[in-house]
């Protein structure tokens, strides 16, 4: 009796089991599919920035070999790019830039966020209203005028053109503000009774409980700052203060072409962001699903 | 609803001690004016000088024998009667109608399948999430050479999957093709961005509506539909007005690749803003360019608060 039942159930039970089977593999193959659509650029470009010969690149480029590393493989493309060009400025400018302008960022619009969340003072509500309406405004509506301005009082061309107008950013106050809001009110009070000054507050209770919004203010800052392109195309001429961004694009535009040397160079730029995302990709995923968390 | 309790929690300390309260007032002002000094000379001033040299005739470098002059319309008047303006709008409004449905699509599906338990999904979140990270100038420059009508790769694809019916495609110097050639690449580096956006929005539908769901009998495509769809409405708002926003700025990938042509096929408002106020000089017209830009985004934005609000009196 015991061996019908059994027997009964074996065909049932694989059918089933081999039904999942297949739809775990349908499954994976369309998530693959999906990878080699969304990485077989980014391979193609390191894979043909260690080609040396130039014409290699050129006849793989039309076939599968383009994803292949053979040949004569090295880094001379690289070697090409810091001789022909201060690449190092370059990524010290872009450094340096985004750096700048995220860190001195976070300390300044963290804490006029935490004056508009945690003090109640007069002109509060007002000055809330007004950063919620500033950020609308995007940044290529005002590029013009704000060329002018700087252009008057000699800024063209320097560093701090490319930081000082980005260091504040309503969005930002607004994810902080948003954040400080939830934290609870008694830890203020509490503090207040110990006789801590609002900075003290914000230094000892606030900064220490806040670090996820720290990092994703930090996070989607420098993604728009490392990318950012329009502004500096516009405000740097030499070489001194330009970014990757520039540099790459004035680079790209010179003919005659020489592949293995660009790849070499959009590499370079691509590195330190992959890399970065790769060690915090947690906090990446986390910094952009809050900034959808809005309205 | 919090800014509330803490009012109320407020009040009697301000009426128990008067100097108390006129620290923490002078603090919050010392902490807020730098900030808002920032604001006000790099965001708010520009806005304003935006509106009102686009009312004038402005030039960059100004000469000194020709003053600038007020001119009232005329800027406007020229714009809406340039064929270059009417040619660069309407190939942002075709770039948001296709890439901003489809990318919302694309997204939430993606979402969708990574949001599943299986092994090395992570994995795959990574991978699509990576171009996001890839800058822009780069992902531009690495799809020009993917495009090359002659060697490039994507046109030896199609050529073989259509058994060498289909192309070879000139890409980037066809009128026709150079749009959705610059669209693709949008949506390649994108997509990822608002994927995760979706992905967090999944996370928070409350796992009890699919289990009631299955107990009436809603097989998964029911459960998709009348679950997943309606739960992640203010998500989807959200991404869609985010992305046709993105997608009106649109600038770097046809800077890098085709600075607007051929023959402004894939001219953009920032494009034409960028020739008209740093190639040409012409600030006057450049700024009236960037106000009509500022309402466009301005209408979209009003369009998501109205949305919003809706869902927010339904719920």
Request: glycine share 6%.
């Amino acid at each position: 009796m015991t061996s019908a039942d059994i027997t009964g159930k074996i065909p049932q039970r694989l059918s089933l089991k081999s039904r999942k089977n297949i739809s775990v593999i349908l499954n994976y193959s369309l998530l693959i599919a999906i990878a080699v659509f969304f990485l077989f650029p980014i391979i193609f470009m390191f894979v043909s920035s260690i080609k040396n010969n130039e014409t290699q690149i050129i006849r793989d480029m039309s076939n599968i070999k383009a994803f292949i590393p053979y040949g004569e493989i090295g880094l001379k493309n690289y070697f090409d790019v810091f001789q022909q060009m201060p690449f190092g400025r370059f990524m010290f400018n872009s450094v340096f830039i985004v750096g700048t302008t995220v860190l001195t960022g976070l300390v300044l619009n963290s804490i006029i966020a935490y004056a508009l969340a945690r003090i109640n003072f007069k002109g509060r509500g007002f000055i809330i209203s007004l950063i919620i309406a500033l950020i609308i405004i995007p940044a290529e509506a005002v590029v013009i005028p704000l060329l002018l301005m700087v252009n008057r009082i000699g800024w063209l061309d320097s560093y701090q053109v490319q930081i000082v107008p980005f260091i504040v950013d309503a969005f930002s106050i607004f994810l902080f503000y948003q954040f400080f809001i939830g934290l609870p009110i008694s830890l203020d009070e509490a503090a207040k009774i110990d006789g801590a000054s609002p900075f003290q507050i914000y230094l000892r209770i606030i900064i220490p409980l806040s670090k996820p919004v720290f990092a994703t203010v930090a996070i989607l800052q420098f993604l728009f700052r490392w990318g950012d392109f329009l502004w500096p195309l516009m405000v740097t001429r030499g070489y001194e203060y330009r970014p990757l961004t520039v540099a790459i694009q004035q680079f790209f535009s010179q003919d005659p072409k020489v592949w293995g040397d660009i790849f070499a160079f959009a590499a370079m730029v691509t590195i330190p962001s992959l890399v970065i995302f790769l060690l915090f990709q947690k906090w990446f995923v986390h910094s952009v699903a809050s900034s959808g968390i809005k309205g | 609803m919090i800014s509330q309790t803490f009012n109320s929690n407020k009040k009697p300390v301000r009426k128990k001690s008067n100097p108390l309260q006129k620290k923490e007032t002078m603090a919050a002002w010392s902490f807020c004016t730098l900030p808002l000094l920032f604001l006000f000379i790099f965001l708010i001033t520009p806005f304003i000088v935006a509106f009102v040299i686009s009312f004038t005739d402005k030039r960059l470098i100004t000469n000194p024998n020709l003053p600038t002059q007020f001119i009232a319309l005329r800027n406007f008047l020229r714009l809406f009667n340039s064929s270059s303006f009417h040619q660069a709008l309407w190939n942002n409004i075709l770039f948001v109608l296709v890439v901003v449905p489809l990318q919302t699509f694309l997204a939430l599906l993606l979402a969708v399948l990574v949001n599943q338990k299986l092994r090395f999904i992570n994995l795959f979140r990574t991978i699509y999430f990576s171009p996001v990270v890839t800058t822009m100038v780069v992902v531009s420059i690495v799809w020009y050479l993917l495009y090359n009508p002659g060697e490039g790769l994507i046109n030896q694809f199609i050529s073989f999957i259509s058994f060498g019916k289909l192309g070879p495609y000139n890409w980037l110097n066809d009128t026709s093709m150079v749009l959705p050639a610059i669209m693709i690449l949008s949506i390649w580096q994108g997509v990822g961005f608002q994927m995760v956006i979706y992905l967090a929005g999944l996370q928070t539908i409350p796992h009890e509506l699919y289990e009631a769901g299955r107990v009436d009998g809603a097989n998964s495509w029911q459960q998709f539909w009348y679950i997943t769809i309606p739960q992640l409405r203010n998500t989807t708002i959200f991404v869609i007005i985010s992305t046709t926003i993105l997608a009106f700025k649109l600038f770097t990938q046809v800077w890098v690749m085709t600075k607007g042509g051929p023959q402004g096929a894939s001219k953009t408002i920032i494009v034409l803003l960028y020739q008209e106020g740093f190639t040409m000089l012409r600030v006057g017209y450049a700024s009236a360019i960037g106000v009509l830009f500022f309402l466009i985004v301005l209408s979209v934005s009003i369009f998501q608060r109205i949305y919003l609000k809706e869902e927010r009196a339904v719920a």
